[in-house]
């Protein structure tokens, strides 16, 4: 008989209909050789068998985080954090702080910021001489929280020979002023204009940043990550080669851009192929903006205005390209913010089902943030991923019902979505928001921002739900529910230890260890004590 490496003892949540709950858990060799009573698992013991009884701690699979920008992530942790700065004068400060740490013409970068928090619906020139002022004339490139805008000097528009002689861009917006000169504001892919002007980092400080996502999500009970296409070419590389790494701290499921499709199909590259570490994700589109930047699609204009926000990957983009991902091998994976983008989505999803379900494809709608009813049940109906950010709605809360008033209903609809047959995964989309598992349990099921607004609770979920959206449900999304997602012998030993049990109460959870592959990632010293 096999000996276990480790056994844990107490409380386990197995998240496997089967056996909820289980005694104790048996590691060996990277897999979970049994789970079972403690009666059951103490013949594998052995003289080196590792014992670890949790008392009151409890133990569950290792959670995924099924939406994130894992690179961004780890450049995040180096750069300015404005997310916390409640008013555009503590941001100042914090440029002016961040530059003088800088030499005179070293570009200063970060995010988190948002317009709509600090009062403000766009950016002039008050608001450039200001950031002008606090930058010290260094260049900056500041992301907003949605990532889906920036807001950058005049010494960085100068850097990028943006000027008011700067033509228009497609599916981007320069914002400019009465006399046609632009803010600094940049929105969708105007965001490249200048971006593209900052100079590149070399391959070891990609995989700096990737080793510090790694360790923080690490700490978090992250054990599996689906990484969404929006960076270049040379960070997939690095996080390839970072991941494949037996000891890196995560798995990784890692998607394409969709204008890369037939680049892969023309090397046979798709969807599942790699390894243990690695595997290739799905083919990337982005149907609309985002609601903080007023560039998600709505089917109805925003309160005060006739805007609508704006299609990225329209329609037209989708018919045609959807299916050449499919034909390819590659999962269609779409973010969708508002009802109009989720409904082309579903739309193009519906258009090639028959293809997609020969091919054994599980389509993802990624964020759903903002559904009309009927397209949440045309969705459940398919059977789709909804790949949804709890946490979103925490910051979202405010700018929802302050621009969408009439229509919360359609905000977050997870509860519906389930309802209706869509499997739900749940993430984070850090950087625009932070990845932690426990907030995005508490935004699911308590739907409020910190200041006690809410969304309707008729959408809220329960916290076995969201667990699962976080294990089996984010586990069959990229297909590994043979493997993840479930304690079960045989399955990969991708373990998080907990405080206490999630189902008893959200509030208070620490992460106490996280084990990835049968190896400790995080909190090797508090299960050693």
């Known amino acids: 008989m096999a000996t276990a490496d480790t056994i844990f003892y107490g409380n386990v949540l197995t998240m496997d209909p089967a056996a909820p709950r289980q005694g104790g858990v048996a590691v060996r060799a990277g897999r979970v050789l049994a789970v079972g009573s403690a009666a059951e698992l103490h013949p594998l013991a052995g003289p080196s068998t590792r014992v670890v009884h949790l008392g009151g701690w409890t133990l569950m699979p290792g959670f995924h985080d099924a939406h994130l920008h894992l690179t961004a992530h780890g450049r995040a942790l180096e750069q300015l954090d404005l997310a916390t700065s409640a008013t555009l004068e503590d941001a100042l400060a914090r440029v002016a702080e961040r530059a003088a740490r800088l030499a005179a013409d070293e570009w200063l970068q970060g995010s988190g910021f948002s317009l709509h928090r600090w009062g403000l619906r766009s950016v002039g020139p ?9 930058a010290g004339g260094r260049p900056v490139y500041l992301s907003s929280q949605d990532h889906h805008s920036a807001w950058v000097s005049r010494a960085a528009l100068r850097r990028a020979g943006v000027s008011a002689a700067t033509g228009e861009v497609a599916e981007g917006v320069i914002v400019r002023d009465a006399s046609g000169e632009p803010t600094g504001l940049l929105l969708e892919k105007a965001t490249r204009l200048v971006a593209d002007a900052i100079p590149e980092p070399d391959a070891a400080t990609v995989r700096r940043w990737l080793a510090g996502a790694a360790a923080h999500l690490a700490s978090l009970g992250v054990t599996t990550v689906h990484h969404m296409a929006y960076e270049p070419a040379a960070y997939f590389r690095q996080l390839a080669l970072s991941a494949t790494d037996p000891g890196y701290p995560l798995r990784v499921w890692a998607c ?4 890369s499709i037939e680049a892969a199909a023309e090397i046979g590259l798709a969807t599942g192929l790699g390894g243990d570490g690695f595997r290739v994700g799905g083919a990337k589109f982005f149907a609309d903006g985002a609601l903080g930047s007023r560039t998600a699609w709505m089917l109805e204009p925003y309160a005060g205005g006739t805007e609508t926000g704006m299609p990225v990957d329209g329609p037209e983009v989708l018919a045609e390209r959807v299916p050449l991902a499919i034909a390819a091998g590659l999962t269609p994976v779409t973010h969708a913010i508002g009802d109009a983008a989720t409904r082309a989505v579903v739309d193009a999803y519906e258009a090639s089902a028959e293809a997609w379900r020969a091919q054994g494809l599980r389509p993802r709608l990624e964020h759903a943030q903002h559904m009309h009813p009927v397209d949440v049940k045309r969705a459940g109906a398919l059977g789709l991923v909804a790949s949804m950010q709890p946490v979103h709605l925490t910051f979202d809360v405010a700018q929802i019902h302050d621009a969408l008033p009439g229509r919360l209903e359609r905000a977050y609809p997870m509860r519906s979505l389930a309802q209706a047959g869509a499997v739900l995964a749940f993430g984070s989309d850090t950087p625009v928001a932070p990845p932690d598992v426990f907030e995005g349990l508490r935004a699911a099921s308590r739907r409020a921002a910190p200041d006690g607004r809410r969304l ?10 969201s667990l699962a959206a976080y294990t089996t449900g984010a586990a069959y999304a990229i297909g590994a529910e043979g493997r993840s997602g479930r304690l079960r012998a045989g399955f990969d030993a991708d373990l998080v230890v907990l405080s206490h049990d999630p189902t008893v109460s959200l509030d208070g959870l620490e992460v106490v260890a996280t084990m990835k592959g049968g190896a400790l990632t ?7 004590g």
Not at 456 to 465: Q, Y
Not at 522 to 528: C, S, T
């Open 126 to 134: 008050s608001e450039a001489d200001a950031l002008e002022r606090a």
């Open 256 to 259: 394409v851009p969709h204008a």
């Open 456 to 465: 309707p609770l008729s959408e809220a979920v329960a916290p076995d739900v």
């Open 522 to 528: 995080y909190g090797a010293e508090r299960l050693a």
